[in-house]
């Protein structure tokens, strides 16, 4: 139990940290929450027009999840913890009064450090879905429905479990994406945002 709540606090503490946020600042781009969706995320940073800055959020907001999960490994519920902690961490870091990012980079992160199947899985899903319907918010929705599907296929129930609230956290975070969506006003990919 101990090494459970360690994991989810150590998880949410490095999942909190604002990294779309502070390479914007760093790289002159201003406070990323006063463009576009007004989101920490790397999609949002991406709107900058700043590829490189955008990518480094993209990998270290997937690293806040995979490293606490991978220093839990060796204690399965303590790892499963650390993936859920880093995800609420992002979503609502105390540092930013609860308003974080959508957990997109978080997520996949967390699935490539607990199965990298898994984790292929969400990478494929999302892929797929930008190619067919060239939405990043609708992409990553469906990968985040295949992913627990993906890791209770491949045996790992307790697995399936946290990801599926993961998952439904995700798309209570993309409501207002969901709602863009089926007006049929969501911006696609490679779309310039208003």
């Known amino acids: 139990m101990f090494e459970t709540a360690l994991g989810l606090v150590v998880g949410y503490l ?9 390479l914007s600042k760093i790289a002159g781009l201003g406070d990323i929450r006063t463009i576009g969706s007004g989101n920490i995320g ?4 991406l709107r900058t027009g700043n590829k490189s800055v955008a990518l480094a959020t993209l990998i270290l907001d997937a690293l806040k999840a995979a490293l606490p999960i991978l220093a839990f490994s060796h204690m399965e519920h303590a790892g499963f913890a650390a993936a859920l902690g880093a995800f609420l961490g992002h979503v ?6 609860f308003h974080g990012g959508k957990g997109i980079a978080v997520y996949l992160g967390a699935s490539l450090a607990l199965s990298p199947l898994a984790g292929f899985v969400f990478v494929v899903s999302w892929i ?12 990553a929705l469906i990968a985040c429905v295949t992913t627990p599907i993906a890791l209770a296929v491949l045996g790992q129930p307790n697995g399936a479990l946290v990801f599926t609230l993961m998952s439904a956290l995700a798309f209570w975070a993309h409501r207002e994406n969901i709602k863009r969506i089926r ?11 208003d």
């Open 128 to 139: 797929a879905s930008a190619v067919i319907w060239r939405t990043s918010s609708l992409s």
């Open 92 to 97: 609502f870091p105390v540092w930013l009064k």
């Open 183 to 193: 007006s049929g006003t969501e911006s696609r990919i490679g779309q310039k945002s």
């Open 14 to 22: 490095a999942g909190s940290i604002p990294f779309g946020l502070l």
């Open 42 to 45: 790397a999609t949002n940073v």
